[in-house]
């Protein structure tokens, strides 16, 4: 005879789908972060503002931490990415975007769309540098369906 799993009242796993999904679309606060044990040490850093506002200066440093790392480490990139952000003051969220750059399940998608707006941005040069020239497509699959 097989067990059979227990049913499952509706409303816990409503609320139970409404937390995970605010957990996700909402993201971790800031004050979340500083309030977990293990970086409380490190709490008065992580509540600095200018690690997670929009600064022109603060995400050009996020952007060059994470690429740095992205390539760096081949595992454990974003915390890395992360604690030198705190130490470089930069933004940390900008930061740990850029460590995808090396993510395998992104670099597929990516390289297509590099592709295809390098191939329309070379089009657009040979156009404007010889106009009598016939129209240059670009590549077939410019944003192909995933």
């Not at 993510?103 to 295809?116: A, C, D, E, S, V």
Request: glycine share 6%; aromatic share 8%; hydrophobic share 45%.
């Amino acid at each position: 005879m097989s067990a059979r799993r227990p049913a499952i009242d509706c409303s816990t796993k409503k609320r139970a789908q409404a937390h995970w999904t605010a957990r996700f679309t909402h993201g971790v606060s800031r004050e979340t972060l500083a309030a977990h044990p293990w970086l409380k040490p490190v709490a008065h850093r992580l509540l600095e503002p200018g690690l997670w506002h929009v600064q022109h200066e603060a995400v050009a440093r996020g952007v060059a931490i994470g690429l740095f790392w992205a390539f760096a480490l081949p595992v454990g990139q974003i915390l890395a990415a992360a604690v030198h952000c705190t130490w470089g003051r930069s933004n940390i969220p900008v930061a740990a975007g850029a460590t995808l750059v090396t993510n395998p399940f992104t670099i597929r998608r990516g390289r297509r769309l590099y592709r295809g707006q390098s191939d329309l941005a070379l089009a657009r040069l040979v156009q404007a540098a010889h106009p009598a020239a016939r129209p240059i497509k670009p590549a077939p699959q410019f944003f192909p369906p995933i």
